[in-house]
Structure formats: structure tokens, C-alpha cells
């Protein structure tokens, strides 16, 4: 199991229930690293239950479907869709039962807020946010016995005899093992950019594993973006837009106009798409008519009070440490990498194309297409990482009798190859990046933020590439038997796929726009692909 967040956690517990011995292996710290610690908590499931002020509303798996793909622009993968529509209740009970807890309301039922883009109530809110979600899995997870080595990248995937795969690791010393099936679920490359709202540490290694092996890539220039806070000139990486508008929250221009009243009039604000919204604010600083300030001085106290409750360790605490008073203040928002909606194409078994390796969270595509409902980001690492675990544990029982064929190979135990690799698990390591090798990620990070934005050209991604080339030239023959190489070189060749995929869609669709193509194109009503050759 390559990951440590919600998805890969989940999947693994998924797959001990099923029988299955877990090796995790996460480059951070597990139950802190990654993006689903850092999230608001909020999961999409139609259980029909309303807000605070309309309960019951009318929802049905269908109309959740119906919404994930109009909001993905119809590039998303229906039968996909649908499945986790139909399994999105199922799991959010799931992780009750596993000790998360969600808000209620005083009839019992979820209260269901109005992220953006749904076109009803659907979104419940977890407890303490996506930490508390992470915890508690985390705990379930030790609780099984599963073998956890943080601080430990994956190298290499490689198929070998029997249905198995040789698997290459790397803590401070390298080693191989061997495994029945492999799980990729850590997380996206929102890292390859300068500002992001999450974890710095996702730089989408994972998909370059799944890349090199022959898995099929696919929607590579898709890219989600969101607001983050500025507060006193300090930029706040918190998931900034569904707590609030799913509550009511306004943007307000530099001219002190209500951007959803001026751009959306029929719309209520929580049914314009996350796609619409962050261009429509790249826009008006484009203009010259920022800063935008998302404005929740009109809230009621009773959501104020559910807010704090249910998510005010994951957002209003860190903007309070920050010197800001989020009840009486507007708050700047600025633009943000929150997804890279890129991924590994996967069917409803949650299988890429190449057969015992499993893609879920945000190393697998065909759910979001080219933006995501509000919502649906933690609800698909929920669903798509249970189904994933069972099905790679029941993937490794179906080929075990082929692997007891071939001839016994030494084994080691988990406490010795912790310590061949020289590994301390669950104590935080000083970062080995010299300076040199900081100042070329640094470069790869400014060549996708200025030229793989919300905003294109066909003059900016020929610039990238370029960039790209050139950077290639200075790093291809550096020793990448260094962790912090290796990690460099795969930043650059996925930053480079991302580019080009840019490149050949020649329409503007979602949050991205191609400012020489400004219209969608309905020829381009389809994913683009990428296998290695």
C-alpha cells in the first residue's frame, strides 16, 4: 500500500478484513502527512437529509451522479460516476462504525450542507475535520496489526514471475521485496506548484510509479483549483471556499461588489461550480479588480456555533492564530493548486489497466473529470479505497497457489527490514534536500505555476516545455540513486506530461482556460490518455 491518507487507509483496512497482510509504505509521517489530515471533512452522499432550516430534501444517488458530471463537464467516466453515487452513503456509515463522527441534527439525521455545485444538501461534515478522520482510521488500522514504514519512498513497481511484483524501497538504504498486489493511493501532484492549499509533499510520484510500469494515465491537464486565506500579508494552505459558501459565505470584489449577485443572479451561491467560481476570480485580479474577500459577517449565530463545532479545528482556529477575527472580518482568498485531477484510469474495481495493481484518492482519475463536486474529493477516497483494498486482497488470494509454485526466497521479517532500510517510524526526520537540489525543484515548481495556471496559452505551455527541456539537460545525469533526485527527475517528466496535455486541448473546459481557445469544443467532450511506449 503506497500512501497514508484517507484512501490508502482506508483501502488497507479494507483489505485486512479481507485477509490480506498490508505492508504501508508512506514518504511522510502517517496519520499527519498528505492532504486528508489537512481537509475541512466535508463527504457528498445523498442521504436526502437537508440543512438546518429544509430537512428532508429530495436526493437521490442519481441526482448525485447527475451533478459529479455536469460539474466534471461531462468528461468524467458515467459507470464510474455512478458507482461511487450509489456507495457513498454505504461508506460514510462505514467510517462511523469505525469511530468518526458526523454532525446531526436534533431529529437524528445528518445535517447536509450546500457545498458548491450540488444542486441540493448533500455534504455531512465530519468532526474535528479530515484529521479526525485520518486518526481514527489510524487507529483501526494499528489496531489490525498492519506494518506502517514511514519516511520511505517507493522507487519502482516492477512485474515479475507469478503474478507478483517486485517492489523497490528506499529509507535512508534501499531494499526490495516481493507482494501479491499493489495499492497506489498516495495522493496528487498539487506539489508541482508554488501555492497549493495542502501538503507540499504531493509531487505525484505515485502516478510516475504507475506510469512506468504501463498503467494508463489519463486527464493530465486537468487541475483544481481553490481559494486560500491571506491574513495580515501571511498565506494560510487551508482548503479555503466549501466550509463557507456550503454556509452561505459571499466574495466580494476590490470594488465591494457581490461577485455571485453581479455573475451568478439566478444562481444560489452554493450551486455554482467550483470551476466557474476560481475563474471567475483569476478574472477579476486579472482585471485589476481585487482583492477579493470572502465576507460570512451575516452569518446567524446557530451556524456560527455548528461551524465551530464541527470543523473549527481544521479552519476558523488556524485563521484566529493568524490574527484574524473570522465572524466580524473579510477575509482575502487567493488562488491555490487544490487537485491535480490527473490520474491513473481505473474501472469500478478500483484496477488501473495493468492487473494486480489498484489506483484510489488522488492517483486515480475518471470520477472528477474536469472539476470536482464539492464534496466528492473525500467521498471517493472513501468508496474507491474500500472497494480497492478488498479487490487487491482478493487479487493476491487468486494468484497465492501460482506464488507457492515458484522457488521459496528468503524472507525477512518487518522489524529487520526496518532495519535494513534505517528506518525510525513515527519520529520526523530533518529534510536531506541541499540547496542545490531545493533551488531545481524550486525552478520546476515556477515553471508549472506560471505556465499550467487556471488561465493558458498556447505562447505559456510552449514556454513551460521549453523550461522543461532546458531543465532536463541540467538533471537527467544527476545520481539518482539519491532520494531527493529521484524525486526531482519524476517531478519534472510528470510536470512535462501535464504540459503537453495542456497543449493538445485546443478548448477552454472547467477551471482551465485556454485564452486562444475561450470556448469548449464539443469534439473535446472526451479524456485524453497517456501510456508510456
Not at 12 to 34: E, F, H, M, P, R
Not at 60 to 77: C, F, M, Q, R, S
Not at 300 to 308: A, H, L, R, Y
Request: aromatic share 6%; net charge neutral; charged share 20%.
Amino acid at each position: 500500500m503506497v500512501g497514508g491518507g484517507l484512501a490508502a487507509l482506508a483501502a488497507t483496512i479494507s483489505a485486512v478484513d479481507d485477509g490480506a497482510t498490508v505492508l504501508l509504505v508512506n514518504k511522510g509521517l502517517s496519520g499527519k502527512s498528505g492532504s486528508s489530515a489537512k481537509a475541512a471533512g466535508i463527504l457528498a452522499a445523498a442521504f436526502g437529509h437537508g440543512d438546518l432550516e429544509t430537512r428532508p430534501v429530495p436526493d437521490n444517488p442519481n441526482k448525485h451522479a447527475v451533478d459529479t458530471l455536469e460539474v466534471g463537464y461531462h468528461i468524467g467516466d458515467p459507470e464510474l460516476v455512478n458507482f461511487v453515487a450509489k456507495q457513498a452513503t454505504s461508506a460514510i456509515h462505514w467510517l462511523e462504525s469505525l469511530g468518526v463522527e458526523f454532525s446531526r441534527a436534533e431529529d437524528g439525521g445528518y445535517i447536509q450542507l450546500n457545498a458548491p455545485g450540488n444542486s441540493c444538501p448533500r455534504a455531512v461534515s465530519a468532526i474535528g475535520g479530515g484529521h479526525a478522520i485520518v486518526s481514527a482510521l489510524l487507529h483501526q488500522a494499528k489496531a489490525r496489526g498492519v506494518m506502517f514504514l514511514d519516511e520511505t519512498i517507493v522507487r519502482n513497481i516492477k512485474p515479475i514471475e507469478a503474478h507478483k511484483f517486485l517492489v523497490t524501497l528506499q529509507g535512508r538504504q534501499t531494499n526490495t521485496i516481493t507482494t501479491g498486489a499493489a495499492v497506489l493511493a498516495a495522493g496528487g501532484a498539487t506539489g508541482l506548484f508554488p501555492t497549493v492549499s495542502g501538503d507540499e509533499g504531493n509531487i505525484g510520484t505515485s502516478l510516475m510509479l504507475g506510469y512506468d510500469i504501463g498503467a494508463t494515465l489519463k486527464n493530465l491537464e486537468f487541475v483544481e483549483f481553490t481559494l486560500i486565506y491571506r491574513v495580515k500579508s501571511k498565506i494560510l494552505r487551508i482548503a479555503g471556499m466549501a466550509p463557507f459558501l456550503s454556509r452561505g459565505g459571499k466574495l466580494i470584489n476590490g470594488f465591494g461588489e457581490d461577485l455571485f449577485e453581479l455573475h451568478f443572479p439566478n444562481k444560489k451561491s452554493e450551486q455554482v461550480g467550483r470551476a466557474e467560481i476560481l475563474r471567475l476570480v483569476e478574472q477579476e485580479i486579472f482585471n485589476n479588480k481585487g482583492p477579493i474577500r470572502l465576507d460570512c459577517t451575516h452569518f446567524s449565530e446557530v451556524t456560527w456555533q455548528e461551524f465551530e463545532e464541527s470543523q473549527g479545528t481544521t479552519t476558523l482556529d488556524k485563521l484566529t492564530e493568524a490574527g484574524c477575527d473570522y465572524r466580524t472580518e473579510k477575509i482575502e482568498v487567493i488562488p491555490a493548486a487544490h487537485s491535480v485531477l490527473a490520474g491513473l484510469e481505473i474501472d469500478t474495481n478500483a484496477q488501473t489497466t495493468i492487473p494486480g495493481v489498484f489506483a484510489a484518492g488522488e492517483n486515480a482519475t475518471g470520477i472528477h473529470g474536469a472539476g470536482r463536486l464539492s464534496g466528492n474529493g473525500l467521498t471517493a477516497c472513501a468508496v474507491m479505497g474500500l472497494i480497492c483494498g478488498t479487490n487487491a486482497s482478493g487479487y493476491a488470494k487468486n494468484t497465492r497457489h501460482q506464488r507457492n509454485s515458484v522457488m521459496a526466497q528468503k524472507t525477512v521479517s518487518f522489524e529487520q527490514l526496518k532495519k535494513s532500510l534505517n528506518i525510525f517510524t513515527g519520529q520526523s526526520q530533518a529534510s536531506n534536500v541541499n540547496n542545490e537540489i531545493g533551488a531545481l525543484i524550486n525552478r520546476v515548481k515556477n515553471i508549472v505555476g506560471n505556465n499550467l495556471g487556471i488561465i493558458r496559452n498556447e505562447l505559456s505551455l510552449n514556454e513551460g516545455k521549453r523550461q522543461l527541456s532546458n531543465l532536463w539537460l541540467e538533471i537527467k545525469d544527476l545520481d539518482e540513486r539519491n532520494k531527493d533526485v529521484f524525486e526531482l527527475q519524476q517531478m519534472a517528466r510528470l510536470a512535462n506530461l501535464m504540459i503537453e496535455a495542456a497543449f493538445q486541448r485546443t478548448e477552454s473546459r472547467g477551471v482551465q482556460f485556454r485564452s486562444d481557445f475561450d470556448k469548449p469544443d464539443n469534439s473535446w467532450a472526451k479524456a485524453q490518455t497517456f501510456v508510456k511506449n
